[in-house]
């Protein structure tokens, strides 16, 4: 491919998360862009990437990822690489820049990463088929807390399905909700519209800075997490459904839930 659109995923935590053959795809582009607003590679500069790929990245913010219009003139003519965080097409803007490509005429290549959909689950010992619709907490803002986010981890709990939760992100800000905010969130959420989704021995999981060298994984009742140290961004929660006798024992031993969930299964 003499020119073209060359997507990566650049895995969870540093320049070497990415495969071998996306690396090797990096350095042959003429010229790179990364978005990282909606997520960032922990414990990894730009600058520690560059190093790696051997090559200069130009970040992008929302609205000219968005619009697309530098990504693809320059994809008519050269080889141009899109890298982001975890698996690239998770985000639906991504898919539609893939597709403003395919409508140009510009030849595209996907290089899968590890993704938190996935490593989130099997980190915790999880089994991924039995989770339902991914929920998106965002900040309270001016006071606004949507009921929807509430609503869907409750019919997935009902249906006896795990839900992962991803936390906001306001990266221009450098600002990225904690465990312990979105931990809050629910609770205020219980208050607010009572429909028995937060109890106190309502087991939550949080993961902090998954695939990295300082992951750490807590699981336990609302109380108690808010007085222990969950660790630092990017933080992912799970709300378990059903939960198998093995998942039970894997949030035991590797999460430091409650030992009684065991005795419950």
């Known amino acids: 491919m003499t020119s073209?659109?060359?997507?990566?995923g650049l895995g969870l935590c540093g320049?070497?998360?990415?495969?071998?053959?996306?690396?090797?795809?990096?350095?042959?582009?003429d010229k790179i862009y990364a978005e990282f607003y909606t997520s960032f590679l922990i414990g990894t500069s730009v600058k520690e990437l560059e190093d790696a790929i051997g090559k200069k990245i130009k970040v992008l913010h929302r609205m000219q990822v968005e619009e697309g219009e530098d990504i693809i003139n320059d994809a008519r003519t050269m080889k141009v690489g899109f890298v982001t965080a975890g698996d690239t097409m998770s985000a639906t803007t991504h898919v539609d820049l893939m597709i403003q490509a395919k409508e140009e005429g510009i030849p595209t290549t996907l290089y899968n990463g590890i993704s938190i959909f996935s490593a989130c689950p099997t980190a915790l010992g999880l089994q991924p088929y039995k989770f339902g619709r991914t929920v998106t907490l965002p900040f309270i803002e001016d006071g606004y807390q949507p009921q929807s986010p509430y609503d869907n981890i409750l019919e997935?709990?009902?249906?006896?399905?795990?839900?992962?939760?991803?936390?906001?992100?306001?990266?221009?800000?450098?600002r990225y909700m904690t465990g312990k905010q979105a931990i809050e969130w629910l609770l205020e959420g219980e208050r607010k519209w009572e429909k028995g989704l937060i109890k106190d021995d309502t087991l939550i999981c949080v993961a902090s800075k998954i695939?990295?060298?300082?992951?750490?994984?807590?699981?336990?009742?609302?109380?108690?997490l808010l007085e222990m140290d969950l660790g630092e961004p990017l933080f992912t929660l799970v709300i378990p459904g059903n939960l198998?006798?093995?998942?039970?024992?894997?949030?035991?031993?590797?999460?430091g839930a409650p030992e009684e969930i065991i005795q419950d299964e």
């Open 4 to 8: 073209g659109l060359i997507f990566v």
């Open 15 to 29: 320049p070497d998360g990415m495969t071998v053959k996306a690396m090797n795809a990096l350095k042959e582009c």
């Open 156 to 174: 997935n709990k009902e249906r006896g399905l795990h839900t992962m939760v991803l936390l906001d992100i306001h990266a221009d800000e450098d």
């Open 211 to 224: 695939g990295s060298s300082e992951q750490k994984l807590t699981a336990g009742y609302p109380k108690q």
């Open 244 to 255: 198998h006798f093995m998942e039970a024992y894997s949030l035991v031993y590797f999460a």
